[in-house]
């Protein structure tokens, strides 16, 4: 016998969803402008979100395409360094005194630029993911790890020493990159969150994205039903490197500086830490851990010595006792547990599981 | 004529660079290149094992004024005592997890013995005692340091010493045997855990002799200073064919005459850049690398 489960039609998920988001951003945004949130806790909400997006970008490549890539921070840097450079020469050029002109406030100018400079960021960083994905992922495994972590030396590397052949400053190397607008705020991260988790979350559900895991699942079973598995697995780490890109264009907005020291191999596992913690593959698992991760040390001050001891400590352990992360591949969806509240109000009991969707 | 003397005593000079510090990548390879061979780990802590070694001397040595000799002992025997822990302590639990946790694991070990150094004896990099010193040989214009001289002796009998042991003891066809098939030398009566925890034992003694080596070179202890020699080193197990020992030996000398050669040309700021250019041209055109096998992949 079937029984008749009540689903909420998709325009209306899509709206409560929506809606609610819409209320967070306005609610945060009022407390960060009456000072009810200090701004030195914004400051930590703007750093949440920019992990937030580093963590759900690297889980593309990790947990959907079951890659181990480990020169994440490459792609941040490439793309920090891409969009700060922008920003700064767009800030000084025509375009920028052409807005300051028509009587735009300087601030209003540079937040005009940002767009632009974070879409560069993410096409130069995807670019180059590219460049690295095209030769790398021909291999596996830790060949794919260790020759990702090649590359992501190589961009280090490369942004410390460029200068000296180019014969003119445009990285100034070890000496960082100053005096970049800080264009960074509460409003636009947090957009840019929302709009890269939903393009994730809707590439994902899509026929590129089912491609996607098929891949992470058998390689070779994706291969022999016809998906082409080096043009997904290019796709998915190209994507990966964008959305990298724009994180660290976030970050150059958000410090107003840059020096490649902190773009090193230990960034990486920073990032790769907050995914395996969350659950390769879950997004929502990669957002929660991201926001603990962000948040924990700069809340316990006395922690942060021991930060890095837990982090390690931490991966161990949850590969040992949990390998698929807390939160596994399990996802959250909201319009979920309102339907199962609802059916059980409209039944009384418990209803079968909808499964997934 | 003088000049032309001058350029090649200059040229030996660093080519004889090249071999003292290719000769510690190739002991710190070795250990890579057997773990892999045996259980398909990339060990990543393998770098920071030759960290620990170098604490264990700098503390034998300052604390207890040692003599270095038994300072040099203690940290062989550390090393080694550290490598197996670790290995049954993090990887013998996931020897049938996928290889992804593995990998992430040997990360993770990597970085709590990092973290754990910087936490117990600070980030500082801490002046280490010299313990040898001796004159350096001199052959006509070309002179030859004694640490050099001592590395390249000392690694030469340590490669030959694991050559004996993996070739002719039974201990060794064990390992062979292990790395061939794991499944037919159980069949066989080879204990598995036994040669894993040895092979482990081996590898990060070799890492411990490399530790002390690379510590007459560059007399400093840091808690990262194990990452990027480490790293160097999986280069070097990469490019002789990971998985092969012969293979290990020769990538470790080319990664060290390439990085003296690069200094040499006064691009000193871009050695760790070539390394790894070298890394990924090796993986792109070769996987494989000098002396590897191939690999058949199977459904």
Redesign the interface.
């Known amino acids: 016998m079937k029984r008749e489960v009540k689903r909420i039609p998709m325009p209306v998920r899509y709206f409560i969803n929506a809606a609610l988001l819409l209320a967070f951003l306005l609610a945060v945004n009022y407390l960060i402008g009456n000072k009810t949130i200090s701004g030195f806790n914004a400051k930590i909400i703007m750093l949440i979100g920019i992990n937030i997006i580093l963590t759900v970008s690297l889980n593309v490549a990790t947990g959907y395409l079951?890659q181990?890539p480990?020169g994440h921070a490459g792609f941040m840097a490439v793309g920090a360094y891409a969009s700060a450079i922008l920003m700064k020469r767009m800030g000084g050029s025509a375009l920028g005194m052409f807005f300051i002109g028509r009587g735009f406030e300087k601030a209003a100018m540079e937040a005009t630029i940002f767009p632009l400079g974070m879409l560069f960021g993410g096409l130069v960083a995807a670019l180059f993911g590219l460049i690295i994905g095209i030769?790398a992922l021909?291999?596996k495994?830790?060949?794919l790890?260790?020759?990702t972590?090649?590359?992501g030396?190589?961009i280090r590397?490369?942004i410390?020493?460029i200068d000296?052949v180019l014969g003119f400053p445009l990285t100034y190397g070890a000496a960082s990159l100053k005096g970049i607008p800080k264009t960074t705020g509460f409003l636009n991260t947090y957009i840019v969150v929302i709009l890269i988790c939903f393009a994730i979350h809707t590439m994902m559900k899509s026929r590129h994205g089912r491609a996607i895991l098929s891949i992470r699942e058998n390689e070779?079973a994706a291969e022999s039903c016809g998906i082409k598995t080096t043009y997904y697995k290019t796709l998915g780490f190209v994507a990966s490197a964008f959305f990298a890109g724009v994180a660290g264009s976030l970050y150059a907005g958000y410090l107003g500086l840059l020096s490649p020291g902190s773009f090193g191999?230990m960034k990486s596992?920073e990032i790769?830490v907050m995914v395996?913690l969350g659950g390769m593959g879950s997004m929502a698992g990669s957002v929660i851990s991201a926001t603990v991760l962000t948040a924990l040390p700069q809340i316990l001050l006395a922690f942060d010595?021991?930060r890095?001891?837990v982090?390690?400590?931490v991966?161990?352990i949850v590969?040992?006792f949990k390998?698929s992360g807390l939160m596994g591949t399990y996802d959250f969806s909201l319009s979920r547990l309102l339907e199962k509240a609802w059916n059980r109000l409209a039944f009384g009991k418990k209803t079968e599981k909808g499964g997934a969707r | 004529m003088k000049n032309n003397m001058t350029l090649f005593s200059t040229m030996v000079n660093q080519i004889i660079n090249g071999l003292q510090s290719g000769s510690i990548y190739a002991l710190v390879a070795l250990g890579y290149s057997m773990v892999?061979g045996i259980i398909?780990?990339?060990n990543f802590a393998h770098g920071d094992i030759i960290m620990v070694g170098a604490y264990v001397v700098w503390y034998a040595m300052t604390a207890f004024a040692l003599h270095p000799l038994p300072a040099v002992l203690m940290a062989v025997a550390g090393c080694t005592l550290l490598g197996v822990a670790i290995e049954k302590v993090?990887y013998t639990?996931?020897r049938a997890?996928?290889?992804?946790?593995?990998?992430?694991?040997a990360?993770?070990?990597?970085?709590?013995l990092?973290?754990?150094a910087?936490?117990v004896i600070g980030a500082g990099a801490k002046p280490m005692p010299s313990i040898i010193s001796g004159a350096p040989l001199v052959l006509g214009t070309v002179k030859i340091s004694f640490t050099a001289g001592i590395t390249l002796l000392v690694s030469v009998a340590s490669m030959a010493a694991l050559t004996f042991l993996v070739q002719k003891t039974k201990m060794g066809k064990a390992m062979r045997a292990v790395s061939e098939d794991m499944g037919a030398a159980q069949l066989m009566g080879i204990s598995v855990n036994r040669t894993i925890s040895f092979t482990f034992a081996i590898g990060s003694a070799l890492a411990g002799i490399g530790s002390v080596l690379y510590t007459c070179a560059y007399p400093q202890a840091s808690p990262t200073m194990g990452?990027m020699l480490g790293?160097k080193a999986?280069?070097a197990a990469?490019l002789g064919g990971i998985g092969s020992i012969p293979g290990a030996m020769i990538g470790g000398f080319a990664i060290g005459l390439a990085e003296a050669m690069v200094s040499a040309v006064g691009l000193s700021?871009?050695k760790?850049?070539v390394v790894?250019?070298i890394?990924?041209v090796v993986?792109?055109l070769k996987?494989t690398g000098i002396m590897g096998r191939v690999m058949q992949?199977k459904?």
Do not use: C, H
């Not at chain 2, 997890?97 to 694991?105: E, F, G, H, N, V």
């Not at chain 2, 990360?107 to 709590?112: P, Q, V």
């Open positions: 079951g181990l480990l030769p021909r291999l495994g830790d060949y790890a260790i020759i972590l090649g590359f030396e190589i590397v490369v410390l020493n000296s070779i191999f596992i790769l395996v010595k021991w890095m001891v982090y390690s400590l991966l161990i590969m040992i390998p | 892999y398909m780990l990339l993090a639990p996931l997890a996928p290889r992804i946790s593995l990998l992430i694991t990360i993770g070990i990597s970085f709590l990092e973290n754990s910087q936490l990452s790293l999986f280069v990469v700021v871009w760790d850049g790894f250019a890394l990924i993986l792109v996987p992949e459904v």
